[in-house]
Antibody, heavy 119, light 108 residues
């Protein structure tokens, strides 16, 4: 059983950056492919990027290329998502989610982290 | 980028009825890479179906998935009160994951 525990809510000003963490237990990060998905208030799910086991690299949604960085600390089994140049439209709940099978299916999800961007 | 269009946007049914949710892709999707999720208010999404038709662990057998190519369906055979939620389809292709916009299943 995978458990994902994310860091707490953040309030940021436009132009700032935010870094959200996702601590894994029950598995090690090296056994999983980690992805990040966000959801603006009252809106649908939007994939931001994640680890592609076919290429062994992190892939990003075209919309976020150049503005998002996903990293992992395997010593602590913690994944991170950093989003820069924040704007009000980035206000959303950010989820980490795992793909255990390598088939791009998100089978376990964190509880979500609310990021609010406001001046 | 493959666009997924879900219909209807909102589906109003009563407990015990059958629900049929549609997901149409802008180009052919490998069935191996088509999944369905359920999301309730204030909760993270939950995986229901993967590989277009395989139920995830712990998912009741009233949930079933079918389809291929560009047309996929999620069927809930007999609605239980806890099934009223928002449902999303998701696909992987060309190094991108995309979600449909969701279908809201509400109590009639």
């Amino acid at each position: 059983q995978v458990q994902l525990v994310q860091s707490g809510a953040e309030v940021k000003k436009p132009g700032a950056s935010v870094k959200v963490s996702c601590k894994v237990s029950g598995y090690t990060l090296t056994e999983l492919s980690m992805h990040w998905v966000r959801q603006a208030p009252g809106k649908g799910l939007e994939w931001m990027g994640g680890f592609d086991p076919e290429d062994g690299e992190t892939i990003y949604a075209q919309k976020f290329q150049g503005r998002v960085t996903m990293t992992e600390d395997t010593s602590t089994d913690t994944a991170y998502m950093e989003l820069s140049s924040l704007r009000s439209e980035d206000t959303a709940v950010y989820y980490c989610a795992t793909d255990r099978s390598g088939s791009y299916v998100l089978d376990y999800w964190g509880q979500g982290t609310l990021v609010t961007v406001s001046s | 980028e493959i666009v997924l269009t879900q219909s209807p946007g909102t589906l109003s049914l009563s407990p015990g009825e059958r629900a049929t949710l549609s997901c149409r892709a802008s180009q052919s999707v490998s069935s191996s890479y088509l999944a369905w999720y359920q999301q309730k208010p204030g909760q993270a999404p939950r995986l229901l179906i993967y590989g277009a038709s395989s139920r995830a662990t712990g998912i009741p057998d009233r949930f079933s998935g079918s389809g291929s190519g560009t047309d996929f369906t999620l069927t809930i055979s007999r609605l239980e009160p806890e099934d009223f939620a928002v449902y999303y389809c998701q696909q992987y292709g060309s190094s991108q994951i995309t979600f449909g916009q969701g279908t809201r299943l509400e109590i009639k």
